[in-house]
T-cell receptor, first 112, second 115 residues
Framework: AQKITQTQPGMFVQEKEAVTLDCTYD???????LFWYKQPSSGEMIFLIY??????QNATEGRYSLNFQKARKSANLVISASQLGDSAMYFC?????????FGTGTSLTVIP | DTAVSQTPKYLVTQMGNDKSIKCEQN?????MYWYKQDSKKFLKIMFS???????INETVPNRFSPKSPDKAHLNLHINSLELGDSAVYFC??????????????FGPGTRLTVL
């Protein structure tokens, strides 16, 4: 069963606008973590943001924020004030126990 | 001061050959991982080691064998390479291997092409 679902294979956003990348997850564990990674065309995997299942506040890191809705099992990434350098693949991931699961990714293109 | 490094970055080889990919981390982390990213960008964990002990061993062919000489190194050896092994292989590390709270930091990846 798929643990992490990213339903948007590709997204476009105008420069300086905000964009939301969707992620839903599936687990029966009470303790888990949700992560977002960025993979630019150069190929490296860059950690962006983390949300723990017990965290009551949504995580924020600079222009990145994680919209965590536990009851809906969603952990959407919001990028504010998009920049051209934000064009990349974005992966949602979940860690639970000693397992780590990645979604299929969303390709984001920022249009000048 | 690279945190997680892998060598080589590119590896082109013939079917049937044996090859190794090396990974080193200088973060002082206890847990290291190998992932495979296929042509559709799907990332799947292959192995994880905590303090030189194998923790996760997903269903990968026996031709893949990880080796951890110490907790800062996790190498991946692949025997009898096949066309389907062509992919990008990522090494990663995390502090304790507690997947729910530990962020994994990735190396730059090794693009393996089997001809």
């Amino acid at each position: 069963a798929q643990k992490i679902t990213q339903t948007q294979p590709g997204m476009f956003v105008q420069e300086k606008e905000a964009v939301t990348l969707d992620c839903t997850y599936d687990t029966s564990d009470q303790s888990y973590g949700l992560f977002w990674y960025k993979q630019p065309s150069s190929g490296e995997m860059i950690f962006l943001i983390y949300q723990g299942s017990y965290d009551e506040q949504n995580a924020t890191e600079g222009r990145y924020s994680l919209n965590f809705q536990k009851a809906r099992k969603s952990a959407n990434l919001v990028i504010s004030a998009s920049q051209l350098g934000d064009s990349a693949m974005y992966f949602c991931a979940m860690g639970t126990g000693n397992q780590f699961y990645f979604g299929t990714g969303t390709s984001l293109t920022v249009i000048p | 001061d690279t945190a997680v490094s892998q060598t080589p970055k590119y590896l082109v080889t013939q079917m049937g050959n044996d090859k190794s990919i090396k990974c080193e981390q200088n973060l002082g982390h206890d847990t290291m991982y190998w992932y495979k990213q296929d042509s559709k960008k799907f990332l799947k964990i292959m192995f994880s080691y905590n303090n030189k002990e194998l923790i996760i061993n997903e269903t990968v062919p026996n031709r893949f064998s990880p080796k951890s000489p110490d907790k800062a190194h996790l190498n991946l050896h692949i025997n009898s390479l096949e066309l389907g092994d062509s992919a990008v292989y990522f090494c990663a590390s995390s502090q304790d291997g507690l997947a729910g709270i530990d962020t994994q930091y990735f190396g730059p990846g090794t693009r393996l092409t089997v001809l």
